[in-house]
T-cell receptor
Framework: AQTVTQSQPEMSVQEAETVTLSCTYD???????LFWYKQPPSRQMILVIRQEAYKQQNATENRFSVNFQKAAKSFSLKISDSQLGDTAMYFCAFMKPTGTASKLTFGTGTRLQVTL | GAVVSQHPSRVICKSGTSVKIECRSLDFQATTMFWYRQFPKQSLMLMATSNEGSKATYEQGVEKDKFLINHASLTLSTLTVTSAHPEDSSFYICSARDPWAGGPENEQFFGPGTRLTVL
């Protein structure tokens, strides 16, 4: 079974600064997908960014980028120019592709607080 | 992106009663839906995978007679918590897979969640 570990329960960053959230995972699969989801106080889960394991290039979505280290099984999220609206729980997730039944395995989450 | 709704958003019930939560995909047909449970300040735990027209697949440790899942149409899945007890109080989230969406294995879209409180 796959496991996802987020070792930082809480983090804080000042507005406009950069912060990196860490995630490690354990799997014997060679083909899989990794995700970062954001859960703001509204509790609505929002996809932030995704990475296909077969792609060496790190994914980027505007202010969000990842550092994907496949050999180290590490998948960190970097948030640049942090904004107050980035305050949320952030979950790292793993998915092994098995067709329509592909399931997400979530990490324990990191609570990010963006301050003035 | 695609929209998934849940109803109700909040429900309070007495111990021993049953509660039904609906999950609807509003602008796409979802062949597969997922039900999660989230305790305060914790992660999402997958309870079951719901496939339209067939029985749900439950994760280990989830009582299928306690948490009844029905996926009778391509846009609706329901979770019924039977004979609810205070320990069933939690935040329940559904997600739906759009088979026509791009992305890996068809992206999952999440509902806004339902907060269940059992007195």
């Amino acid at each position: 079974a796959q496991t996802v570990t987020q070792s930082q329960p809480e983090m804080s960053v000042q507005e406009a600064e950069t912060v990196t959230l860490s995630c490690t995972y354990d799997t014997s699969e060679s083909n899989y997908y990794l995700f970062w989801y954001k859960q703001p106080p509204s509790r609505q889960m929002i996809l932030v960014i995704r990475q296909e394991a077969y792609k060496q290039q790190n994914a980027t979505e505007n202010r969000f980028s990842v550092n994907f280290q496949k050999a180290a099984k590490s998948f960190s999220l970097k948030i640049s120019d942090s904004q107050l609206g980035d305050t949320a729980m952030y979950f790292c997730a793993f998915m092994k592709p098995t067709g329509t039944a592909s399931k997400l395995t979530f990490g324990t989450g990191t609570r990010l607080q963006v301050t003035l | 992106g695609a929209v998934v709704s849940q109803h109700p958003s909040r429900v309070i019930c007495k111990s021993g009663t049953s509660v039904k939560i609906e999950c609807r995909s509003l602008d796409f047909q979802a062949t597969t839906m997922f039900w999660y449970r989230q305790f305060p300040k914790q992660s999402l735990m997958l309870m079951a995978t719901s496939n339209e027209g067939s029985k749900a697949t439950y994760e280990q440790g989830v009582e299928k007679d306690k948490f009844l899942i029905n996926h009778a149409s391509l846009t609706l899945s329901t979770l019924t918590v039977t004979s609810a007890h205070p320990e069933d109080s939690s935040f329940y989230i559904c997600s739906a897979r759009d088979p026509w969406a791009g992305g890996p294995e068809n992206e999952q879209f999440f509902g806004p969640g339902t907060r269940l409180t059992v007195l």
